[in-house]
């Protein structure tokens, strides 16, 4: 079984910088893509940033520029450096991540971190 796990959210004035992690945890995962969503209330979820194994990355039009992911390849973890927040970016954190599990494809999500942006 495959666990996602985030950290790392909370409160912050508008302009500041949060760093968000996700560990992925469980026997013989693979993993593939790591990335990052959020759903704000009353909005459907979205892609804020991805990270493919080989260390490609891709941004939302809103965060790029502001946002960075990256990933530890050893520890099986995915960060997301979040710099000159906005009230905007207000909403719920979730990792997100695919791979193999033997010889099984899956895509797990975490409980998700809550980011509060103040103006």
């Known amino acids: 079984q495959v666990q996602l796990v985030e950290s790392g959210g909370g409160l912050v004035q508008a302009g500041g910088s949060l760093r968000l992690s996700c560990a992925a945890s469980?026997?013989?995962?693979?993993?593939?893509?790591m990335g990052w969503y959020r759903q704000a209330p009353g909005k459907q979820r979205e892609l804020v940033a991805v990270?493919?194994?080989?260390?490609?990355?891709n941004y939302a039009d809103s965060v790029r520029g502001r946002f960075t992911i990256s990933r530890d390849n050893t520890k099986n973890m995915a960060f997301l450096q979040m710099n000159s927040l906005k009230p905007e970016d207000t909403a719920d954190y979730y990792c997100n991540a695919n791979g193999f599990v033997g010889l099984k494809w899956g895509d797990y999500w975490g409980q998700g971190t809550q980011v509060t942006v103040s103006s």
């Open positions: 990270i493919t194994s080989g260390g490609t990355t």
């Open positions: 469980g026997s013989s995962f693979s993993m593939r893509a």
